[in-house]
C-alpha cells in the first residue's frame, strides 16, 4: 500500500470498514499532502485542520462501535467555496464575500456530516462560479497539478487540484456550463454533474439557477457514485429538487456493456477539436466497442446555438441573483459617505471582479425593456430544441460519447483578455446543461505534452446508475485514471 492519501474512495472505506486503517491517520496524510504541495498549486482557500481531526475522531468511534458506518464515514473531502459552511469562512472566490462567515448550513455539507464523513478544507474556484480557468478568483490562482503553467480549468478547478494532486480522496464541486467536467477533464480525474434537481442546491451560492448542480470530483468512478449517492434527494429547502428515490449509484458498475448503445454525435467531432484529443476520444469509443457496447450514429442539430443560448441564460440569472450584494445585509461596503446609491455602486465595483462585472452587464441588457423577448425569451425557446435534441437522440441510444473539451490544459493567461476564447472552452459541456441531463468525464489518454484529456457521456434523466456503469467498465479495461502528477516544487 503507497500513502494513504492515494487511497480511492472506495478502497479507503472498504479498509475503513475492516479496521485496517483509521480516519486519523487517512486524514493526517491528506493535510500532510495539503502541506507539502499546496504551495505550488494553490487549491485551498482554507484548510480546517483542527476540525477535521475532531471529525476523525469521531468518524472513528462510529467506526469502531459500526454505528451508522456509511460509504464516506471518515473519508477526507474538500469543498469547493461556494457552499455555504457554518462557522467557516465561505467567499465564492469574491472580494465582496472575503470575509463572509455564514450563521446556517447547506444541505449538502449538512449530508456529508451526517454521513461522517472528514471535511478538510474550501478550495478555490472562479469568482462567482463564473469561468473556465479558475484564472477568475479574486482570492488566488490555482496551477494544474500536471503542468504548474497551465490552467486548472474552472469554475471548480480548486476542487479538481486538491483531487489529483491527492490532497483530498474527494472534492465537490457544482456545475452550471461544464464547471465540473472541464476542470476533471483537464486535471486527469473524474467529475460527474447529476441531472438537474438531483442534488439541493440549499446553500449553493446562485449563479444560474436553473442550470446550477451540485456534483463530485474523485480519482475513481465508483468513489464518484458514492459521493453522488451520499448528498442526492428531495430537499424540502429547495422546490427545485426532484422527488425520486435515490438508487444505488454503483448498482451498474462491474457489469457487461453487451447490448448498450453508445450515441456518438456528429456535431462533437469536427475541426477545432486539437488532434490528441480526437485521437484519444475516438481511441475510448473504440474501447467501449471492444467491451460489447454498439457505436450507433446520432446528430444533435441544435448544437451549434448552444453556446449562444447558455451565455444569454446563464449572464440573465447572474444578474439577477447578484443583485443581493449591495454592501447592506452581508458582504463588503464601500462608499458609506456617497449616499445609497453611491454606496452600492461603490461597494459592487470594489467587490466584483472584471468577469463578473462582465456577465452582470451582459444579463442586465438581455432581461432589460425592449430586449427581454428578442434575447432571453428566444434563448429559452432555443433551449428547449437542445432539449428536445437530446430526447430524440436516446430513442436509439442509451448514453452519448463526446469529447468533454476540444483541448487539454491552456497556458495560464493566454485567454484571459479574450472572453471569446475562454467561452468556448464550454462548448462541448454546456448543451448537457442546458437539457439538465447528467454527464461525466473520465480519464481516456495523455496529449504530446503530458497534460490529461477527458472522455465525456451523457444520460437521459435521472440515468445516474446507467452512466456510473459505463464509465466503470471503461475505467476497469484502462490505466489513464491511475496516473497521478508529480508536482514540481512540491
Not at 334 to 355: H, I, K, N, Q
Not at 401 to 427: Q, V
Request: hydrophobic residues 40%.
Amino acid at each position: 500500500m503507497g500513502s494513504l492519501n492515494e487511497l480511492s474512495i472506495e478502497e479507503a472505506s472498504r479498509l475503513l470498514g475492516a479496521g485496517e486503517i483509521s480516519s486519523a491517520e487517512l486524514t493526517e496524510a491528506c493535510l500532510s499532502q495539503i502541506e507539502a504541495t499546496d504551495g505550488a498549486v494553490s487549491s485551498f482557500l482554507e484548510v480546517t485542520a483542527d476540525s477535521a481531526r475532531e471529525q476523525a475522531k469521531v468518524a472513528d468511534a462510529r467506526l469502531k462501535a459500526g454505528d451508522d458506518v456509511r460509504p464516506l464515514t471518515g473519508i477526507p473531502i474538500a469543498l469547493k467555496d461556494i457552499f455555504i459552511t457554518e462557522g467557516v469562512r465561505t467567499t465564492c472566490a469574491s472580494k465582496i464575500l472575503a470575509d463572509y462567515v455564514p450563521a446556517y448550513e447547506g444541505t449538502t455539507t449538512a449530508k456529508l456530516k451526517e454521513a461522517g464523513a472528514v471535511l478538510v478544507g474550501k478550495v478555490n474556484m472562479d469568482e462567482f462560479a463564473m469561468g473556465s480557468s479558475c484564472e477568475n478568483s479574486g482570492l488566488q490562482q490555482t496551477r494544474n497539478p500536471w503542468s504548474r503553467d497551465r490552467v486548472a480549468g474552472g469554475s471548480s478547478g480548486g476542487s479538481a487540484t486538491a483531487v489529483a494532486a491527492r490532497q483530498a480522496l474527494g472534492a465537490y464541486g457544482t456545475d452550471t456550463g461544464g464547471s465540473i467536467r472541464l476542470p476533471a477533464s483537464y486535471c486527469g480525474v473524474v467529475g460527474m454533474k447529476p441531472t438537474y434537481g438531483r442534488v439541493s442546491r440549499y446553500g449553493v451560492i446562485a449563479f444560474a439557477s436553473s442550470l446550477d448542480q451540485v456534483g463530485p470530483l474523485a480519482t475513481s468512478v465508483r468513489g464518484a457514485a458514492l459521493m453522488l449517492e451520499a448528498v442526492a434527494g428531495k430537499d424540502p429547502m429547495d422546490s427545485t429538487s426532484i422527488d425520486a428515490p435515490v438508487p444505488a449509484m454503483t448498482s451498474e458498475c462491474g457489469k457487461d456493456l453487451k447490448g448498450l448503445r453508445v450515441g456518438i454525435p456528429k456535431e462533437y467531432f469536427i475541426d477545432g477539436i486539437e488532434p490528441d484529443v480526437d485521437k484519444a476520444v475516438r481511441a475510448g469509443l473504440h474501447q467501449l466497442a471492444s467491451l460489447g457496447a454498439e457505436l450507433v450514429d446520432i446528430s444533435l442539430p441544435h448544437t451549434d446555438f448552444a453556446a449562444a443560448t447558455y451565455y444569454l441564460v446563464a449572464t440573465a440569472e447572474a444578474s439577477s441573483n447578484l443583485g443581493r450584494y449591495d454592501g447592506v445585509r452581508y458582504g463588503l461596503r464601500a462608499g458609506e459617505d456617497e449616499g445609497l446609491v453611491g454606496m452600492y455602486g461603490a461597494s459592487r465595483d470594489a467587490g466584483f471582479g472584471t468577469e463578473v462585472k462582465r456577465r452582470i452587464m451582459l444579463g442586465t441588457y438581455a432581461l432589460s425593456a425592449g430586449y427581454y423577448d428578442a434575447y432571453y425569451v428566444k434563448a429559452m425557446k432555443v433551449r428547449t430544441l437542445i432539449r428536445q435534441d437530446f430526447t430524440s437522440a436516446f430513442e436509439n441510444c442509451d448514453v452519448i460519447a463526446m469529447p468533454t473539451s476540444p483541448g487539454t490544459a491552456f497556458e495560464i493567461g493566454s485567454r484571459i483578455d479574450d472572453p471569446i476564447a475562454m467561452y468556448l472552452s464550454d462548448i462541448l459541456t454546456i448543451p448537457v446543461n442546458l437539457a439538465g441531463l447528467p454527464g461525466i468525464s473520465i480519464p481516456c489518454g495523455f496529449d504530446g505534452n503530458g497534460l490529461p484529456i477527458g472522455l465525456q457521456l451523457a444520460a437521459a434523466p435521472l440515468q445516474e446508475p446507467c452512466l456510473f456503469g459505463v464509465a466503470a467498465a471503461y475505467e476497469d479495461s484502462t490505466e489513464f485514471h491511475k496516473r497521478a502528477p508529480e508536482i514540481a516544487g512540491a
